[in-house]
T-cell receptor, first 117, second 116 residues
């Protein structure tokens, strides 16, 4: 079965630290990749997405992610985090399971990020 | 642009009782999804609609769960009877899709269900 792995379930950082959250997927075909964020008490929001083209994708609030096809990875990065980045981050992979099927969005378990002021 | 609207936001019921959740997608979005999210996990797809048609309900526990999307707009998800294990957040998402893909899904705030 296709799966998405987020390596860290909890990450605690101080403000201004650099962030990298790992995401690996198991599907070898055509994929589209997403990072969603859920701030405390709010709904899931799209942070950034990769469909095609430049594998380095820039999203909102200074986040970026790099698609490395050979490593089946789509890691999320931010050079300097802020207290307001405290949230849960989800990686999701939209995979075309077969030519006759629809895209299916497969989610990682999420990483809870806590930024200490 | 209004986002995806869900109600209620919270629901507490006793086991064996029925419960229903309502979703109004973003105007013009033809595809609607219901997900269940358990604590500490990512969302799991329950059912996906393209307009009025349920195109993927393989993960929907059909013995107790049902869903409908009349007129291809609003949708209702029902559980009857509820079990303790149904306690979770139920998310609705919508997207505008046509042949070719891929598409971005927009999420509602969810309904947090507690079954006692």
């Amino acid at each position: 079965a296709q799966s998405v792995s987020q390596h860290n379930h909890h990450v605690i950082l101080s403000e201004a630290a650099s962030l990298e959250l790992g995401c690996n997927y198991s599907y070898g075909g055509t994929v589209n990749l997403f990072w969603y964020v859920q701030y405390p008490g709010q709904h899931l929001q799209l942070l950034l997405k990769y469909f095609s083209g430049d594998p380095l994708v820039k999203g909102i609030k200074g986040f970026e992610a790099e698609f490395i096809k050979s490593k089946f990875s789509f890691n999320l990065r931010k050079p300097s985090v802020q207290w307001s980045d405290t949230a849960e981050y989800f990686c999701a992979v939209n995979a075309l399971i077969s030519p006759d099927s629809n895209y299916q969005l497969i989610w990682g378990a999420g990483t809870k990020l806590i930024i200490k002021p | 642009e209004a986002g995806v609207v869900q109600s209620p936001r919270y629901k507490i019921i006793e086991k064996k009782q029925p419960v229903a959740f309502w979703c109004n997608p973003i105007s013009g979005h033809n595809t609607l999804y219901w997900y269940r999210q358990n604590l500490g996990q990512g969302p799991e797809l329950l059912i996906r609609y393209e307009n009025e048609e349920a195109v993927d309900d393989s993960q929907l526990p059909k013995d107790r769960f049902s869903a409908e999307r009349l007129k291809g707009v609003d949708s209702t998800l029902k559980i009857q009877p509820a079990e303790l294990g149904d306690s979770a957040v139920y998310l609705c998402a919508s997207s505008l899709e046509s042949t070719g893909g891929p598409y971005e899904q927009y999420f509602g705030p969810g309904t947090r269900l507690t079954v006692t």
